[in-house]
């Protein structure tokens, strides 16, 4: 990868900050040491109710159990299932021994019985409404990846493989926010509606399956895997996406986490930089060819008439859909979206996206009631660490290119989250507020 001048001063900006000795941090890399052993050994288990809220596709409950060390020291297995407007039965378990502890394996599959995604316009100008929304029944997905650790889980190798064969409920689906409201619409803005529903079926109506290879490296050097509060980490990650129905890309995702701890230890400020770029390895080819001379002569001979649409307008309508499809669409690829749980937080999932992708988010986590009691109540059993409460600020942006554009008129998210932390796992509920509005999250694990 390539940096420019605003990445360079951004990366020389955290390395420096890392070098410089503070009144207020303590920061040593260099001799650092893990807090605790990295590999638990005994059974614990957490089982708790879901409620969930995707915003434009609806809401719904469920259940949830995360169980760790049943499939070997240091594993986890998760079980979900929800109900509502996303019917999804999932288990996932990760981290299982594979004749030694420095060889792991994960393992996922999930079979959604009805669900929908939203798909945002491309670039850092797209509107804050979905442009189409899709809507799936009976798809399944699987997932696998064997991991190679060393030196206590401070340097990784991983690869991993995932398949989705999703099945489009096209009649069900939105691919045009103004595609039921054509009667009452001026002559351009049918056009305009038509000719999105259009360029939107193009692109996902023959989408049968996909895959996606993931290979990367993790360079931890931090005093501990689930809870950092000291020390560097360092993860490249190349993936690329293939199928049947969809365009080929390649995605390589570049991501430094700095940890600065307080003199007291109660404290700790985080600081990542996320940089992701994407290119196309086969384009979405699309045989249609079209005619407007044809279709309005189709047009004149159906029998089927509104008299609030003319045959001219339907006509240029998909005509531009299959330009904009060509144009924008079946050549272009996309990093890593912005939006969701991860990184700008205060926007839905796959908010923005584009072929390249920044993003730097400095979060402030201070901890209360710390100690290592175990509990072992009916539904719950493990070994409590602390509560936390953090507080954090994120920009990013995307661009077609890596150019200026990327590094200036930044999207930003600024919120809070109250954590629970585990010896194992960390509950995480974040709420987030930015130019659109505000976002709630209940996860596992940090957001960076």
Not at 58 to 72: D, Q
Not at 99 to 113: D, I, Q, S, V
Request: contains cysteine; proline residues 3%.
């Amino acid at each position: 990868m390539r940096l420019n001048k605003q990445t360079q001063i951004c990366v020389f900006s955290l390395m420096l900050s890392l070098l410089l000795p503070g009144q207020l941090f303590s920061f040593d890399v260099w001799d650092l040491k893990r807090r605790k052993q990295q590999t638990e050994d005994e059974l614990g288990y957490f089982f708790y109710p879901l409620v969930y809220t995707v915003p434009g596709i609806g809401s719904g409950n469920g259940a949830g159990g995360t169980i760790l060390n049943l499939l070997g020291d240091g594993s986890t297995l998760n079980l979900i299932q929800i109900r509502g407007d996303y019917e999804v039965d999932a288990v996932a378990a990760t981290g299982m021994p594979v004749f030694t502890p420095r060889l792991n394996l994960a393992l996922a599959y999930a079979h959604g019985r009805k669900g929908a995604f939203s798909f945002y316009g491309r670039g850092p100008d797209s509107t804050e409404t979905p442009e189409f929304t899709l809507k799936f029944k009976d798809s399944y997905g699987y997932g696998a990846e064997l991991s190679m650790n060393f030196f206590h889980r401070q340097l990784v190798f991983y690869a991993g493989y995932a398949g989705a064969f999703p099945k489009i409920d096209l009649d069900a689906s939105d691919l045009g926010t103004n595609i039921n409201e054509l009667s009452s619409q001026s002559a351009s803005e049918q056009e305009q509606s038509i000719a999105i529903f259009y360029k939107n079926m193009l692109k996902y109506f023959d989408l049968q399956r996909l895959v996606v290879r993931r290979q990367g490296m993790l360079i931890d050097r931090t005093d501990d895997r689930i809870d950092p509060r000291n020390g560097l980490r360092l993860q490249y990650e190349h993936w690329d996406t293939v199928g049947i129905g969809i365009t080929d890309t390649v995605v390589d995702d570049y991501s430094l986490t700095a940890y600065f701890p307080s003199k007291s230890k109660s404290s700790v400020l985080v600081a990542n930089l996320f940089h992701s770029g994407s290119r196309v390895i086969n384009p979405l080819e699309s045989s249609v060819k079209f005619d407007r001379a044809e279709c309005i002569e189709g047009l004149k001979k159906s029998e089927k008439k509104n008299n609030w649409i003319s045959d001219d307008t339907i006509c240029k309508g998909i005509e531009k859909g299959v330009q904009d499809f060509q144009k924008t669409e079946a050549g272009n690829s996309n990093a890593t979206a912005l939006g969701g749980t991860q990184r700008l937080r205060s926007y839905p999932v796959g908010r923005f996206h584009d072929s390249y992708a920044f993003f730097f988010g400095l979060e402030s986590r201070f901890y209360f009631m710390e100690s290592s009691t175990p509990f072992n109540w009916i539904i719950e059993k493990g070994v409590f660490q602390a509560f936390q409460i953090a507080f954090f600020h994120e920009i990013g942006q995307v661009s077609p290119k890596n150019d200026s554009n990327l590094y200036r008129d930044f999207k930003s998210s600024t919120g809070m989250g109250l954590r629970i932390v585990f010896s194992s796992v960390v509950l995480r509920a974040d709420v987030a507020s930015g130019s659109e509005g505000s976002e709630q999250t209940v996860f596992i694990g940090y957001g960076f």
